[in-house]
């Protein structure tokens, strides 16, 4: 074998060893961005990120649009790269516990957080407006337990809302009674931070249920004080007013906030599925109530019934904070 030969033989060896060793690093870069961006972060101490509904093989959104839907991928762009409120240029959270005024971009959907998990013993429920007090306040106490730790450790505020629980109606005390003008209802009112639950709105969620139809209906107005407390309602208020209240992107805005409440209120039910007095029976009837006409008043502002349902189940299954990001969907989900 003469010289030169041998030199191009070697120079051809080293070259594809350098290809090889290029190929197998861009592989490596695919690897660890798909991880990036499907990855979820490690649970901490009783932090929960996902359960699976035993009777689904995948989340949410059975209906108009296929089970495997995802309502958040379709949109959202990879979370390393999004612009996101309250961090730092270095990308570390802000040490503070003040609220963002964001949507999209809000740092509790910047990275996959769960709730807090815990056994929430809840009275049983009987038909009168004494005990119906009784039972919103016990689980009112369970939500603050399990929405606090999540909310304190993404540095934004945390203190409980208010609760109204009159027997009528008509005896409603609050700075959005306004709310009440076509019939009693159940809300939440930002002016006052309270969850207002008349006893007369609650009561035909009462037949044939022990704790589950009500605690639906809790959990997603717990979901706007969340929402209230760390600034998404201001970002929220301050852009529907920029499109226009009643427009077609205005009501929009309106439904992308109801259905993240009612993400958040899956969240809860998911989370705590088996621990304590949220068993397998509370947690089917909270999800038919959901399905069923009560939870959607007015479709143009709060959805379908097959998107109200989608992103509770969703919520539910996924137990993630970045999976309730309504603001990232594409307008087929927040129908």
């Known amino acids: 074998m003469n010289s030169t030969f041998s030199s191009r033989l070697g120079q051809l060896r080293g070259n594809r060893i350098v290809l090889m060793w290029v190929v197998l690093g861009v592989i490596g870069a695919l690897t660890a961005t798909g991880l990036l961006v499907t990855g979820r972060s490690a649970d901490v101490g009783e932090m929960h990120t996902a359960r699976t509904i035993s009777d689904s093989t995948t989340p949410g959104f059975a209906g108009a649009l296929p089970d495997s839907a995802n309502p958040i991928g379709d949109a959202a762009p990879p979370v390393a790269f999004a612009p996101l409120a309250g961090l730092s240029p270095a990308g570390m959270p802000v040490a503070s516990s003040r609220a963002v005024q964001a949507l999209a971009d809000h740092p509790l959907f910047a990275q996959h957080i769960g709730l807090g998990r815990v056994d929430c013993k809840l009275p049983a429920w009987h038909d009168d407006p004494e005990t119906a007090r009784a039972f919103y306040r016990s689980a009112i106490a369970c939500l603050d337990a399990s929405w606090e730790p999540t909310l304190r450790g993404a540095g934004l505020p945390f203190h409980p809302p208010r609760l109204l629980a009159p027997t009528e109606s008509r005896d409603v005390a609050s700075q959005c009674v306004q709310r009440l003008r076509n019939g009693p209802t159940t809300f939440y009112c930002a002016l006052d931070e309270t969850l207002v639950l008349p006893y007369d ?135």
């Open 201 to 335: 709105a609650m009561r035909p969620l009462s037949s044939g249920s022990r704790r589950g139809a009500q605690l639906a209906v809790l959990s997603t107005e717990y979901g706007h004080h969340v929402q209230n407390l760390i600034g998404v309602m201001q970002a929220y208020n301050e852009k529907r007013a920029t499109v226009g209240k009643e427009t077609t992107a205005g009501r929009e805005q309106s439904r992308r906030m109801e259905l993240q409440a009612r993400c958040f209120s899956g969240m809860f039910l998911g989370t705590n599925f088996g621990r304590a007095d949220i068993d397998e029976q509370t947690w089917t009837e909270a999800s038919r109530t959901v399905q069923s006409s009560h939870a959607t008043r007015d479709p143009r502002m709060q959805g379908t019934e097959e998107n109200v349902w989608g992103w509770w189940k969703w919520g539910s299954d996924k137990g993630d904070t970045w999976e309730c990001n309504t603001w990232y969907s594409s307008p087929a989900h927040v129908e």
